[in-house]
């Protein structure tokens, strides 16, 4: 497996900028629902257990390549607090580690310039601190909205929060679709669902968190992605990170390969995010080689590949040091918040 492109090498410097997907890539607009296309869709459990455990055994990544690799992921992580604890001073603080995600000694030892991760996720109430303290650096703020993390609130409710979160200045919104709908094979109510969400986010960008490990089965996860999609989604998102089962390679695996069905059918982009549960630093660069292998590099820019994670930045920092030093560190040197 070779070394992705240096974070701040590309013939397309805006995406490395701003990492703002409107830069680069064309928005989805959507398309009317195709039930036949949804339904066609189907997931072969086994195979896709077998490929995704493929993927993680092969995972050969060492030294330089290694440190490429994780300097990549870190320009596309989603840094997070969802907490109920959550205050201003730690949203600042967390801002912070988004403009300065590396240490300068560790950049200046491999050779690199300053990088940042790819946003800043938050609650509602969160926004303004948050975008008072990335102003001017281009990171853009992402919400969490629509009664996250179940979704069960009154749908105009829903709908107002993303309107108030765009209006406070989020830059991205996450929203949670209705599993109820997936469940009980009502489509076209989430494919309504997902086109409002959509049409309330205006000029912002929609992830939609598809909560895969409610969803009951790979062929649920399928269609919903699908679904989701057709109704104008930028990204689609495995999970909000309070699921018992978050982000998994097979889940991944069949949402990539929606993605690229999508893609290969209407030359429409598609964004990926895997959230819950990446915590290690080897796991990001297997998802990274999940999506080179399955979608090509043009997969493995912000614009169009995030990790939500919290806690991910800490290990990828600790590996680098060792890379650079030969000695692993504390892991209370490397906090985000």
Not at 231 to 253: C, Q, W
Not at 282 to 288: E, G, I, M, P, S
Request: some cysteine; charged content about 20%; proline content about 5%.
């Amino acid at each position: 497996m070779t070394a992705p492109l240096n974070p701040q090498t590309s013939s397309d410097t805006s995406t490395e900028q701003t990492h703002l997907p409107q830069v680069t890539e064309m928005r989805n607009p959507g398309l009317p629902l195709d039930l036949n296309w949804v339904l066609s869709a189907q997931a072969n459990t086994s195979a896709i257990e077998r490929r995704a455990g493929n993927i993680a055994a092969r995972r050969s990544v060492k030294k330089a390549h290694q440190a490429a690799w994780l300097l990549r992921a870190v320009t596309c992580i989603d840094l997070t607090t969802l907490s109920g604890d959550d205050t201003a001073r730690r949203v600042e603080r967390l801002c912070a580690k988004a403009r300065q995600p590396v240490a300068p000694a560790l950049l200046d030892a491999l050779g690199m310039g300053p990088i940042t991760t790819g946003a800043v996720c938050v609650y509602h109430e969160m926004i303004p601190p948050a975008v008072a303290a990335l102003a001017g650096t281009g990171i853009p703020v992402a919400a969490v909205s629509t009664g996250f993390p179940a979704g069960l609130s009154p749908f105009p409710l829903r709908l107002k929060e993303i309107e108030m979160s765009v209006a406070d200045g989020a830059a991205e919104i996450d929203i949670v679709i209705s599993r109820r709908h997936v469940l009980s094979g009502n489509w076209q109510a989430l494919y309504d669902e997902m086109s409002a969400m959509r049409a309330a986010c205006g000029d912002a960008h929609v992830k939609a968190i598809l909560a895969t490990g409610e969803l009951g089965s790979l062929r649920n996860v399928a269609r919903a992605s699908l679904v989701c999609m057709m109704a104008g989604a930028d990204f689609i998102k495995t999970s909000t990170g309070k699921e018992s089962v978050n982000a998994t390679l097979p889940v991944s695996l069949v949402m990539i390969r929606a993605i690229r069905d999508y893609y290969d059918r209407t030359g429409i982009r598609v964004g990926y995010k895997p959230a819950g549960g990446i915590s290690k630093a080897k796991d990001a660069v297997t998802y990274l080689a999940l999506m080179k292998e399955e979608l090509g590099d043009r997969w493995l820019r912000p614009d169009l590949f995030r990790f939500g994670a919290s806690s991910l930045l800490n290990d990828i920092e600790r590996q680098l040091e060792h890379h650079v030093t030969g000695h692993y560190s504390a892991g209370y040197r490397h906090a985000s918040s």
